[in-house]
């Protein structure tokens, strides 16, 4: 029952959950539907130069966590260290595979 109120409890934090998937689902979309021509976004992260944008993300996402991981508390199981550095884990494999794709796609 309180997955159903929960958006009631905590309105906040379920509209932000609820704007990060349709920001997701529209991203997901919009890269189905652009496989046969491509827009201008594709293509800057399709093109030879894309090496160079997936490898400052890389940077950026190095610097970011890693020195943002040192200023969150992890000491004990009720910490937010767990769940940042499992963000950091996907996206930072999201972005070496796509600087694996731009670099062997080359």
Avoid: C, D
């Avoid at 932000?16 to 491509?38: C, H, K, N, P, Y």
Wanted: without cysteine; aromatic residues 16%.
């Amino acid at each position: 029952m309180q997955l159903f109120t929960i958006a009631f409890q905590r309105p906040i934090e379920f509209g932000a959950a609820t704007a990060i998937t349709v920001a997701m689902i529209f991203l997901i979309l919009r890269a189905a539907m652009s496989a046969e021509g491509g827009h201008g976004w594709t293509r800057r992260i399709t093109s030879p130069n894309a090496k160079w944008l997936f490898g400052l993300l890389f940077v950026g996402w190095a610097i970011v966590f890693g020195i943002g991981l040192q200023f969150v508390p992890h000491e004990g199981a009720n910490s937010p260290y767990g769940g940042l550095g499992l963000i950091a884990m996907f996206t930072g494999f999201f972005i070496m595979m796509g600087f694996l794709w731009a670099v062997i796609g080359e």
